[in-house]
């Protein structure tokens, strides 16, 4: 349909922990389906090249870049990558996250500190190097990957997690309203229980949910959501296209959440 044809999109995050579709792996993929050239960022560089050959095997435009987004200078550095490879950055989709288990007594403070400079540091990172680029442009749309952690307890202790991308939230909401004028629009998608590898490989998760049984795992979470399963990937990808495309031109602010209805459930 070609709904972000002559765009240029930064996913960061675009790989994948394992095999099938990551959040940033469909996010990457759809946008490029859609007409964008991709600029595909990972700490991990084989599953950055992963995306980009899918987008390529399509006849779609991508170029991998390996970086560790907590670390400034290779933020700077992937910025700079892109626009030598496409010459502007129209889309940032800010994807990275990790999770470690514990409450506040149970947390280490090494824990909290990684968690919050990959969920938090990295998009503030992204979006201090990459905003000036959009004013110099013209605009652009900023996409913040949070969590529907961010908003209420779901009953596992992770609370790094979600208070890193609570966060998240406020950064994206103070950061819309001070570049609203600029034309850079700045929102969050809050995704709910997803179906993703990150879920899947993580052991804390499994641990807290079933005692380490993944196919346990996955059947709890079903069964929080009101209609009755997990969302997957393409959710997650499909509602960053609306955020990315000219359809939400008038859209700045927002928290999307995309969860099945399990924020608005009574209880737990």
């Known amino acids: 349909?070609?709904?972000?044809?002559?765009?240029?999109?930064?996913?960061?995050?675009?790989?994948?922990?394992?095999?099938?579709?990551?959040n940033g792996k469909a996010t990457a993929v759809t946008f490029a389906r859609e007409g964008a050239q991709v600029f595909c960022v990972?700490?991990?560089?084989?599953?950055?090249?992963?995306?980009?050959?899918?987008?390529?095997?399509?006849?779609?435009?991508?170029?991998a870049f390996t970086a560790d987004?907590?670390?400034?200078?290779?933020?700077?550095?992937?910025?700079?990558?892109?626009?030598?490879?496409?010459?502007?950055?129209?889309?940032?989709?800010?994807?990275?996250?990790?999770?470690?288990?514990?409450?506040?007594?149970?947390?280490?403070?090494?824990?909290?500190?990684?968690?919050?400079?990959?969920?938090?540091?990295?998009?503030f990172l992204a979006m201090k190097h990459v905003i000036p680029v959009m004013q110099e442009q013209g605009g652009g749309s900023i996409i913040n990957i949070s969590s529907i952690a961010s908003i209420r307890h779901l009953g596992i202790s992770y609370v790094s997690y979600g208070t890193s991308k609570a966060a998240m939230n406020q950064m994206t909401k103070t950061t819309a309203v001070q570049f609203a004028r600029d034309h850079v629009r700045v929102n969050?998608?809050?995704?709910?229980?997803?179906?993703?590898?990150?879920?899947?490989?993580?052991?804390?998760?499994?641990?807290?949910?079933?005692g380490g049984n993944v196919e346990a795992?996955?059947?709890?979470?079903?069964?929080?959501?009101?209609?009755?399963?997990?969302?997957?990937?393409?959710d997650v990808a499909n509602a960053a296209l609306f955020l990315a495309s000219d359809e939400s031109k008038y859209v700045t602010g927002i928290e999307l959440v995309v969860d099945g209805g399990i924020t608005v459930k009574a209880g737990s």
């Open 188 to 210: 969050t998608i809050l995704p709910g229980l997803m179906k993703t590898p990150m879920v899947e490989h993580s052991a804390g998760l499994a641990a807290s949910y079933s």
């Open 42 to 63: 990972d700490r991990n560089a084989a599953a950055a090249e992963e995306t980009v050959n899918i987008i390529r095997s399509e006849g779609n435009k991508a170029t």
């Open 1 to 22: 349909m070609d709904r972000l044809k002559g765009k240029v999109a930064m996913v960061v995050g675009a790989g994948s922990v394992g095999p099938g579709w990551g």
């Open 69 to 123: 987004v907590s670390r400034a200078g290779d933020v700077e550095a992937m910025v700079a990558a892109c626009l030598k490879a496409y010459g502007r950055i129209d889309v940032l989709d800010n994807n990275v996250g990790i999770a470690e288990m514990g409450n506040v007594v149970e947390v280490a403070e090494s824990e909290w500190d990684r968690v919050f400079a990959v969920n938090l540091k990295s998009a």
């Open 217 to 234: 795992m996955w059947r709890a979470r079903d069964a929080q959501v009101p209609m009755g399963h997990m969302g997957d990937a393409w």
